[in-house]
């Protein structure tokens, strides 16, 4: 599939967001609307560990993204969130001479903890999943095919009320583990899982 299709995988991307979001929350959502819900937008920065494997090793390049999460908690122990996330990177395979550059789509949801208060501090954490899409760029991704990959998430972090409790500031860890990006062809296959780490910083309203 050429590059020329960017619009249709990443439009299936979100309708399997939102699809998710539904899917699990739809009913408590209807009986709540909007109850405890916020948005928040992100900055982050990425960074990828190196893997290797069938005589291959991948070294990813550091990147920063942009974050947007949507979450409603109907009781401290139960909520959930979904986020959108864009980045662009590359990877370098020591098999080719030029890396490949990606722009990285993610969609994810999971399930929200909100725990106990620390002083005006709200701590958090989340774990579910989703997929991410790794598009090649037409001038740098080396004639690559695009490739989804399941990736599972997990996030601890901090948000901080500012002025009001509708609005605050958002400090979190966000981490993914999944299977490293091989584009389906022999030269970049590594059969290896990688993690990759997002320290992200934003702001959220809450409704």
């Known amino acids: 599939m050429s590059n020329q299709s960017v619009p249709k ?28 819900f916020d948005v928040s937008f992100n900055a982050y920065g990425q960074f990828t560990g190196s893997t290797s ?22 009781k401290p122990w139960l909520g959930y969130e979904v986020n959108y996330s864009y980045t662009r990177f590359s990877d370098a395979y020591s098999d080719m001479p030029f890396s490949v550059q990606n722009n990285l789509h993610e969609a994810t949801g999971a399930y929200l903890l909100q725990l106990p208060k620390l002083l005006v501090f709200q701590p958090f954490a989340a774990a579910g999943g989703g997929m991410l899409l790794f598009l ?19 996030e601890v972090g901090l948000n901080y009320p500012l002025i009001t409790d509708h609005f605050g500031a958002r400090v979190e860890y966000r981490g993914f583990f999944y299977k490293t990006p091989d584009f389906n062809e022999a030269n970049t296959t590594t059969n290896t899982m990688r993690q990759t780490a997002e320290p992200a910083v934003g702001l959220y309203a809450r409704f």
């Open 53 to 74: 494997g069938n005589g291959i090793h991948v070294s990813p390049s550091r990147s920063v993204g942009g974050l947007v999460s949507l979450r409603q908690s109907f």
């Open 9 to 36: 995988p990443l439009f299936f991307l979100l309708v399997f967001l939102f699809s998710l979001q539904g899917a699990l929350f739809g009913h408590q959502a209807s009986a709540q609307t909007l109850k405890n």
């Open 136 to 154: 090649p760029t037409e001038v740098g991704g080396q004639h690559k095919n695009m490739q989804y990959r399941p990736a599972f998430l997990y």
